[in-house]
Structures are given as structure tokens and as C-alpha cells.
């Protein structure tokens, strides 16, 4: 069954670290552009970062830049999101999503992707 199992999402204090996970079943990950977004109640799903297939091109919402990092695992067919410095404004439920075809916008809109994973919550409070 081809899908995305996120992981490691969970209760941080600002300033504190976490880094979530992606698992794929069904598929291998290299294939594909990868990307994270975020959702809070009542708003759109937002771009968080993004790998193309071969990992020569990353990119970050302004919001996260330089706190936050992709990066995969080819042997895990693993993508993984390592977030620094939190801050309480992110707080939100974190998917990660395979890209729809090869080509990948720099700040990649939801339509760009095809399977979703289910979500992991990430809560940043004291």
C-alpha cells in the first residue's frame, strides 16, 4: 500500500527542538519531490520546507528559514523535518506530502502533491 506515515511530533517548550519524520511504504522516496506543510484550525495548509528528488535543492517558508531542516534517508526511505528553536507560533499539525510529477516550484503550492500523510501534532508551550 504506497503512503506516508509521519512521526515524532509532540509537546515542546519555545526554544526547543523536535524532529518529526516520514515514512514511505509503497514507493521509493528518492523518486520524488518531498515536502512538509502545516495546518492550524480554521486556516489554509501551508508550505514548510521541500526537497526535489535528487536532494541538490532545498527551500524554507521565511517563516521556519533557518531553523528548520529536511533531509533523507535513502536507505530508511525516510524524509525527516529537524526543528530548532521553536517558537509557539508553530504549533500545528505537520504533514508531509510526495510531489505530483518532477517539477518543483521553489515555494510549492498543496496541488504540486498527490499522497498526504495522516499528520503529527506539534505544540510549542509552556
Known amino acids: 500500500q504506497v503512503q506516508l506515515v509521519e512521526s515524532g511530533g509532540g509537546l515542546v517548550e519555545p526554544g526547543g527542538s523536535l524532529r518529526l519524520s516520514c515514512l514511505a511504504a509503497?514507493?521509493?522516496?528518492?523518486?520524488?519531490?518531498i515536502g512538509w506543510f502545516r495546518q492550524v484550525p480554521g486556516k489554509d495548509r501551508e508550505f514548510v520546507a521541500r526537497?526535489?528528488?535528487?536532494?541538490?535543492?532545498?527551500s524554507y517558508s521565511d517563516s521556519v528559514k533557518g531553523r528548520f531542516t529536511i533531509s533523507r534517508d535513502n536507505a530508511k526511505n525516510t524524509v525527516s523535518l529537524q526543528m530548532n528553536s521553536l517558537k509557539p507560533e508553530d504549533t500545528a499539525v505537520y504533514y508531509c506530502?510526495?510531489?505530483?510529477?518532477?517539477?518543483?516550484?521553489?515555494?510549492?503550492?498543496?496541488?504540486?502533491?498527490?499522497?498526504w500523510g495522516q499528520g503529527t501534532q506539534v505544540t510549542v508551550s509552556t
Open positions: 509503497g514507493f521509493n522516496l528518492p523518486f520524488y519531490n
Open positions: 526537497m526535489i528528488w535528487s536532494g541538490t535543492a532545498r
Open positions: 506530502a510526495k510531489g505530483r510529477g518532477p517539477y518543483s516550484s521553489e515555494y510549492p503550492e498543496e496541488n504540486e502533491f498527490d499522497l
